[in-house]
Nanobody
Framework: QVQLVESGGGLVQAGGSLRLSCGASGSIFSINAMGWYRQAPGKQRELVAVIRSGGSTNYADSVKGRFTISRDNAKNTVYLQMNSLKPEDTAVYYC?????????WGQGTQVTVSS
């Protein structure tokens, strides 16, 4: 079994920054794609950013130029650096990791951006 533990959410003013972390532990042979999704109240969960095992990345248009996804393979951890935060970035952020071809979700961490 694999566990994902997220951290780094919180309350920040518009224009501020936060860094999210998601570490995977347990029975792991290989980790493929690692990504971040978010879900705002009343909205569907949406992709924020993804990073693949080879290092290629994709971002939602709404966060390009402001967010950066990275990973530390030695620590089985994915990060999301969020800069120039906007009130519309307010949501619960979930990490999503593919481990040994199986999909796992983190428990979610709240990010609130005040105007």
């Amino acid at each position: 079994q694999v566990q994902l533990v997220e951290s780094g959410g919180g309350l920040v003013q518009a224009g501020g920054s936060l860094r999210l972390s998601c570490g995977a532990s347990g029975s792991i042979f290989s980790i493929n794609a690692m990504g971040w999704y978010r879900q705002a109240p009343g909205k569907q969960r949406e992709l924020v950013a993804v990073i693949r095992s080879g290092g290629s990345t994709n971002y939602a248009d709404s966060v390009k130029g402001r967010f950066t996804i990275s990973r530390d393979n030695a620590k089985n951890t994915v990060y999301l650096q969020m800069n120039s935060l906007k009130p519309e970035d307010t949501a619960v952020y979930y990490c999503r990791v593919v481990v040994d071809s199986r999909l796992y979700w983190g428990q979610g961490t709240q990010v609130t951006v005040s105007s």
